[in-house]
């Protein structure tokens, strides 16, 4: 096995007042470091970390993923950090609170729920130059890439590199919940965990989605926006589309801020992954258990790949249309090839 490599990440607090260059090899050293550095009085397995945007990151495998000066902000157990996007509207809040009370309208902005606020953050937002979306190079739009601590020269790539920690994060949590079921195969459910790794690294963890230069390319790798970079939302998991007239949409190449929006939109996976997907291949890898034809796994993982990973299962959802409750007429598998 491979030692790893001391990398540098970006530490702060939820508060985002002190900001510390830690340099580790492990996520496990990371905690002790960082309660070294901010004097915490939590021992080390007593916290979390999670990125800007809301991820949690809960493992090791997941954390050596991340690039150097990534920004990572630390939390207590069970607790989580506002991410950069309801920073963003509160900061709007304090600026504005004069004129934001003058009227009834918007006093219902600070009436209704979070996801109804950003609705109606994204709309203030369409006012930015939309002329800036079309430009691409760091160099070019440098106040798009701030606070960004990216090895990215181009929105396009920034953005690829999004898509794939999604991804990333669908497989290590996946990963993560099957190898807690003590009781399943060890070679099959290794073989199906490497089959799925693999495909993913052929397929770039599917990067593409987010990068517009896919849009008018090979229909089998296109984006999820078109050419100029507008996504659109595909609606609630159990309709055809988005129900809002006009349907949501964003450009998060138009600006900065449109960029931190977007990281409030869902990759929601419509047969869900950790209620039916889960359960499914853990009874299709214990039924294979005791198949075990030819000594080669008789689950279907082609069917697993495209439920956990494709646009098969996946849709873009803006946060209003975003329904966490389950989703009960959806039913993974089953997985087993018979």
Same mark, same amino acid.
Request: net charge positive; proline share 3%; with cysteine.
């Given at each position: 096995?491979?030692t790893?490599?001391?990398?540098?990440y970006?530490?702060?607090?939820?508060?985002?007042?002190?900001?510390?260059?830690?340099?580790?090899?492990?996520l496990?050293?990371?905690?002790?470091?960082?309660?070294?550095?901010?004097?915490?009085?939590?021992?080390?397995?007593?916290?979390?970390?999670?990125?800007?945007?809301?991820?949690?990151?809960?493992?090791?495998?997941?954390?050596?993923?991340?690039?150097?000066?990534?920004?990572?902000?630390?939390?207590?157990?069970?607790?989580?950090?506002?991410?950069?996007?309801?920073?963003?509207?509160?900061?709007?809040?304090?600026?504005?609170?004069?004129?934001?009370?003058?009227?009834?309208?918007?006093?219902?902005f600070?009436?209704?729920?979070?996801?109804?606020?950003?609705?109606?953050?994204?709309?203030?937002?369409k006012?930015?130059?939309?002329?800036?979306?079309?430009?691409?190079a760091?160099?070019?739009?440098?106040?798009?890439?701030?606070?960004?601590g990216?090895?990215?020269?181009?929105?396009?790539?920034?953005?690829?590199?999004?898509?794939?920690?999604?991804?990333?994060?669908?497989?290590?949590?996946?990963?993560?919940?099957?190898?807690?079921?003590?009781?399943?195969p060890?070679?099959?459910?290794?073989?199906l965990? *490497? $089959? +799925?790794?693999?495909?993913?690294? #052929?397929?770039?963890? =599917?990067?593409?989605?987010f @990068?517009?230069? %896919?849009?008018?390319?090979?229909?089998?790798?296109?984006?999820?926006?078109?050419v100029?970079?507008?996504?659109?939302?595909?609606?609630?998991?159990?309709?055809?589309g988005?129900?809002?007239?006009?349907?949501h949409s964003?450009?998060?190449?138009?600006?900065?801020?449109?960029?931190?929006?977007?990281?409030?939109?869902?990759?929601?996976?419509?047969?869900?992954?950790?209620?039916?997907?889960?359960?499914?291949?853990?009874?299709?890898?214990?039924?294979?258990?005791?198949?075990?034809?030819?000594?080669?796994?008789?689950?279907d993982?082609?069917?697993?790949? *495209? $439920? +956990?990973?494709?646009?098969?299962? #996946?849709?873009?959802? =803006?946060?209003?249309?975003? @329904?966490?409750? %389950?989703?009960?007429?959806?039913?993974?598998?089953?997985?087993?090839?018979?």
């Amino acid at each position: 096995m491979m030692t790893a490599m001391t990398k540098g990440y970006k530490v702060t607090d939820a508060e985002r007042k002190t900001r510390v260059g830690i340099a580790v090899k492990n996520l496990e050293e990371l905690k002790k470091k960082t309660v070294d550095k901010f004097k915490l009085a939590h021992c080390p397995d007593e916290i979390d970390f999670q990125t800007p945007d809301g991820t949690l990151v809960d493992n090791d495998e997941y954390f050596q993923t991340l690039p150097a000066q990534t920004l990572l902000i630390w939390v207590k157990n069970g607790e989580r950090a506002e991410t950069d996007a309801e920073l963003l509207y509160k900061t709007i809040r304090e600026v504005n609170e004069e004129y934001l009370n003058a009227g009834e309208k918007v006093q219902e902005f600070f009436t209704e729920k979070m996801k109804n606020k950003v609705f109606k953050l994204a709309e203030v937002l369409k006012g930015i130059d939309v002329e800036k979306a079309k430009l691409s190079a760091k160099i070019d739009h440098p106040e798009w890439f701030e606070g960004l601590g990216t090895r990215a020269k181009t929105k396009e790539e920034y953005l690829s590199m999004r898509a794939q920690d999604r991804i990333r994060m669908y497989f290590y949590k996946t990963k993560e919940e099957l190898l807690k079921a003590t009781e399943l195969p060890p070679g099959t459910l290794c073989n199906l965990l *490497n $089959d +799925l790794q693999s495909k993913l690294k #052929l397929n770039k963890y =599917h990067g593409y989605y987010f @990068d517009r230069n %896919a849009a008018a390319g090979d229909a089998n790798v296109s984006a999820l926006c078109n050419v100029a970079g507008v996504f659109t939302c595909h609606g609630r998991w159990d309709k055809n589309g988005c129900l809002y007239n006009p349907s949501h949409s964003i450009n998060p190449y138009t600006s900065r801020e449109e960029r931190i929006v977007f990281q409030t939109w869902n990759l929601d996976h419509q047969v869900e992954r950790s209620r039916s997907i889960i359960p499914a291949i853990r009874e299709a890898l214990r039924e294979s258990g005791k198949i075990m034809r030819d000594e080669k796994p008789s689950v279907d993982i082609k069917a697993i790949y *495209n $439920d +956990l990973f494709t646009l098969n299962n #996946l849709k873009l959802v =803006h946060i209003v249309c975003h @329904d966490k409750g %389950a989703h009960v007429t959806k039913k993974a598998g089953p997985y087993l090839i018979t």
